[in-house]
């Protein structure tokens, strides 16, 4: 059952996963607060700066595995505003276990 819910969880990972130009993996924290069933992104801001914690704790560059980018999102009116998102994929295990 466990190994199950593994196949299932990577199938969902794999399904939002970005490439940039240069095909690095990354994953958007507003898909993957979607995904792990936060209600809303900025209930998930908190875990991501968790991680990012965990990373410089563990001697890793927060710089080489977070980046900071903005997107663009629909509000009520249907209107655009900028909001920051951006998770690499070094620190989303952390971001997912935190």
């Not at 991680?51 to 903005?70: M, T």
Request: net charge negative; hydrophobic share 30%.
């Amino acid at each position: 059952m466990a190994n199950e819910l593994s196949k299932k969880a990577l199938s969902i990972f794999e399904q939002i996963k970005r490439l940039d130009k240069n095909n690095n993996e990354y994953w958007s924290g507003r898909e993957l607060a979607k995904v792990l069933e936060y209600s809303e992104y900025r209930h998930f801001k908190p875990v991501i700066e968790k991680a990012k914690e965990a990373c410089k704790n563990s001697g890793q560059p927060v710089e080489n595995h977070f980046e900071d980018y903005l997107e663009m999102v629909k509000i009520g009116s249907g209107a655009e505003r900028p909001f920051d998102d951006g998770v690499n994929p070094h620190c989303s295990y952390p971001s997912i276990t935190n």
